[in-house]
């Protein structure tokens, strides 16, 4: 969803406490509590809501250096040859081929809004014959952008509740059936999203899918906003899409919620958060921050280049690594928790209420007697104003009892968020990230399996396709280096072939190396590794494991990625 101007953004704290007031932003609270449960598994992390519609302008702009920290997981992004002119803007921004190296180097994978092909919103149909002829001109700009590894879906219309023309178009759901058959008789490969509706609505999507299902047209992935609705019906929507698919016998698509967040929530760090720990709860692919404003901000954490206070909030959550773990809310309090098992850290973002609250972490077990516990708010101060990194409010070491320690914040603002990091008394077990599990990682045309001799529990297995950059199989690792120089990498791996198998390795771009994996007895079974030197350079880089890949002649056999683990020489 586009907007023109809408000023009620919060770009102040009186703006902020007037928004308040507005159903659908957390509730004020004081005395609850919210449980973590770090014994148990939720789903790997991924950064499902670390993306946005429109997040990049350019491949300068927003500054490429900041985005790395988000750890960005999906973004939609404008048709090559966009048109669009949303929110105000006087020139084109933000076409997906073109931005895709931004995009990569910072993890993300890109879907294609086809409809902002058309320079307004809401859209201005045309002709059949004149958007069918710009379908085949976006696809072919595609399929000739040899070396883009990123692009994975064709979003084929936005919000068609409220910008499809009927009477000149006919019915949105012929409609779709006429656009995919369309986009796959050039592409048969990369994945279609669909419907976008502006919001859940079972009718339109018992409809739409019973149409697509008889129609040979079923999307790949289906997608819709959660806008002006909130995140409290999230689970309830997920419930009623799964029950729709089974009665038509349609096998659970991935869902992507590619705009979320309404004008009065998306600059509310609490506000975003609560999105965001539905989506992990309820196993949404991935999300996209709404676009309401500008271009290339990723979405208001960024203004003029520099962090806003949602910024932060959305760096906490880049953070993490390992597995999500199950969250319980209290009514308002609510919030998103990971397990780094490697470096016995707990990490949780919270937020909601008002006044002293309690965060309870369980599941401690192999912590010690004691923890120490590190506590630091996020800033409320909008999007057009800056917030230098946060400090500690809080370090302090509290006893273990049971497996369990409480976390006291006292004056808690409901719009703010909350970082807590729990470690054992004497630290996390590395003072630095060193090992990278392959399923934390961005997998493309591969897949995320779980086995107890995983080193998190969880691997990325089927790294089967070679042939072009639609299919090719791979693992970017998004890696931070303290300082330039040479580094080991250990990969951790599993070979249940025969005989040796081979892929190749490169990093930031640069030239392959291959990598052999001798055969380890069976699948899915890790005790192994094979290493190799890199060169990295201080801060952030992509380690790309592939099958095949741009410039890579192709590995062979079959390997699965556990992990890997980088060591200073």
């Known amino acids: 969803m586009k907007r023109r101007n809408i000023t009620l953004g919060l770009g102040t704290v009186a703006v902020v406490s007037a928004a308040l007031l507005v159903p659908g932003l957390p509730a004020a609270a004081d005395g609850t509590t919210l449980v973590v449960d770090a014994g148990s598994v939720l789903r790997p992390v991924t950064h499902v809501a670390s993306g946005g519609l429109y997040a990049l302008a350019t491949t300068t702009t927003p500054d490429p250096t900041q985005l790395p920290p988000l750890h960005l997981n999906q ?143 079923v999307p790949d992935v289906i997608s819709w906003h959660e806008l002006s609705q909130g ?77 806003t206070a949602s910024y932060w909030m959305y760096k906490w959550y880049g953070d993490m690594t ?24 707990v990490t949780v973002v919270a937020g909601g209420v008002y006044g002293s609250n309690t965060v309870t972490v369980k599941g401690l077990g192999g912590f010690g007697s004691q923890a120490t516990v590190t506590l630091t708010a996020s800033g409320i101060s909008g999007r057009t104003t800056n917030a230098g990194q946060p400090t500690p409010v809080l370090t302090t070491t509290v006893p273990i009892v049971n497996g369990t320690v409480s976390v006291p914040i006292t004056n808690q603002d409901s719009r703010a968020a909350y970082e807590i990091v729990v470690t054992p008394a004497s630290g996390p077990t590395t003072a630095t990230q060193q090992v990278y599990e392959a399923e934390n990682a961005t997998v493309v045309n591969a897949q995320r399996l779980s086995a107890p001799t995983a080193s998190n529990g969880g691997y990325v297995g089927r790294i089967d ?20 120089g040479n580094y080991t990498v250990a990969v951790r791996y599993a070979n249940g072939g025969s005989a040796t198998a081979t892929q190749g390795l490169a990093y930031n771009g640069g030239a392959w190396s291959t990598l052999s994996y001798p055969t380890t007895g069976s699948w899915g079974a890790f005790s192994n ?5 890199v060169s990295l350079k201080a801060g952030s880089n992509v380690i790309r494991l592939a099958k095949g890949s741009p410039g890579f002649a192709g590995g062979s056999g079959y390997a699965e990625l556990d992990s890997i683990t980088l060591t200073h020489q």
């Open 465 to 484: 396709g070679t042939g072009d950059a639609r299919t090719d199989s791979f693992v970017d690792f998004l890696v931070t280096a303290p300082t330039a």
């Open 75 to 217: 973004l939609t992004q404008p048709a090559p040859g966009v048109q669009q002119l949303g929110n105000g803007a006087t020139t084109p921004t933000g076409d997906a081929l073109k931005v895709a190296p931004v995009a990569i180097a910072s993890g993300a994978q890109e879907t294609i809004r086809m409809p902002d092909i058309y320079p307004d919103f809401p859209y201005k149909w045309v002709s059949w014959n004149d958007y069918l002829t710009k379908v085949d001109t976006m696809v072919k700009a595609r399929l000739a952008a040899t070396s883009t590894t990123n692009i994975n879906g064709w979003e084929l219309w936005n919000e068609p509740d409220g910008t499809w023309d009927t009477t000149n178009a006919g019915p949105f759901n012929d409609g779709w059936v006429k656009i995919y058959n369309e986009v796959r008789s050039l592409d048969t490969v990369t994945p279609i999203v669909g419907p976008s509706y502006s919001q859940y609505n079972h009718d339109l999507m018992l409809a739409f899918l019973t149409n697509a299902k008889a129609k040979n047209a």
């Open 231 to 307: 995140w409290a019906g999230i689970g309830d929507h997920m419930a009623d899409l799964r029950a729709i698919e089974n009665s038509l016998g349609i096998s659970p698509r991935p869902v992507s919620i590619n705009e979320y967040a309404w004008t009065d929530q998306v600059d509310v760090p609490s506000a975003s958060l609560h999105y965001i720990s539905q989506f992990e709860r309820y196993g949404i692919r991935d999300a996209e921050r709404a676009y309401w404003y500008e271009s290339g901000t990723v979405n208001g954490l960024l203004y003029n280049d520099k962090p």
């Open 529 to 533: 590794s094979v290493s190799t030197t």
């Open 322 to 345: 390992g597995n999500m773990v199950p969250v319980t809310a209290s009514g308002d309090f609510d919030g998103i928790a990971s397990l780094d098992s490697s470096r016995k850290i």
